[in-house]
T-cell receptor, first 112, second 117 residues
Framework: DQQVKQNSPSLSVQEGRISILNCDYT??????FLWYKKYPAEGPTFLIS?????DKNEDGRFTVFLNKSAKHLSLHIVPSQPGDSAVYFC???????????FGTGTRLKVLA | GAVVSQHPSWVICKSGTSVKIECRSL??????MFWYRQFPKQSLMLMAT?????????EQGVEKDKFLINHASLTLSTLTVTSAHPEDSSFYIC?????????????FGNGTRLTVT
């Protein structure tokens, strides 16, 4: 039972355009959501997070949107840069437990 | 920012031997650390929660006698893969949260690639 899903295994975007990565979850108890970026043979690097009391959080080129009724979150990267090419994981969990469930990842390729 | 160091970064061992992986929080004290495992092209699967000074909590389906976790200090957790077999070959990653930063994310080590021959 995959509680956190990323239905797009890969995404290609032209440099300078917007990248939109999507994530769906099933557990309504989740109240904290995160996005991580991962390069091969390395650990994930934290990008941005959002708690369930918000519907948007922005940090530089990265914005995360949360739609609680749809149990859906998305990560927007604008403008996309070639260095953004990596696998992106969304994660969800309870803010008090810090046990996060990860999605299956989306491989983003930004074309120069 | 918070740094989590993991060692070794890769290890090759023979079937039947045991391998120990270390995870250290370098600039903060972590009462809780988490061990994840990643198979090729798959998600990160939480294996267990390592608790300083007490027993680890294992996720369903993870053999606690196979994957021994010790959290002897506030900055060090170890994962020992006992009697390793080829199916244990995987990428193991530890993580920790800096408790001094409020509702903060997990910070991950760089992972350990284990290959059992």
């Amino acid at each position: 039972d995959q509680q956190v899903k990323q239905n797009s295994p890969s995404l290609s975007v032209q440099e300078g355009r917007i990248s939109i990565l999507n994530c769906d979850y099933t557990n309504s108890m989740f109240d904290y959501f995160l996005w991580y970026k991962k390069y091969p043979a390395e650990g994930p690097t934290f990008l941005i997070s959002i708690s369930s009391i918000k519907d948007k959080n922005e940090d530089g080129r990265f914005t995360v949107f949360l739609n609680k009724s749809a149990k859906h979150l998305s990560l927007h990267i604008v403008p996309s840069q070639p260095g953004d090419s990596a696998v992106y994981f969304c994660a969800a969990g309870g803010s008090g437990t810090y046990k996060y469930i990860f999605g299956t990842g989306t491989r983003l390729k930004v074309l120069a | 920012g918070a740094v989590v160091s993991q060692h070794p970064s890769w290890v090759i061992c023979k079937s039947g031997t045991s391998v120990k992986i270390e995870c250290r929080s370098l600039d903060f004290q972590a009462t809780t650390m988490f061990w994840y495992r990643q198979f090729p092209k798959q998600s990160l699967m939480l294996m267990a929660t390592s608790n300083e000074g007490s027993k680890a909590t294992y996720e369903q389906g993870v053999e606690k006698d196979k994957f021994l976790i010790n959290h002897a200090s506030l900055t060090l957790s170890t994962l020992t893969v006992t009697s390793a077999h080829p199916e244990d070959s995987s990428f193991y990653i530890c993580s920790a949260r800096d408790p001094g930063t409020g509702a903060s994310p997990l910070h991950f080590g760089n992972g350990t690639r284990l290959t059992v021959t």
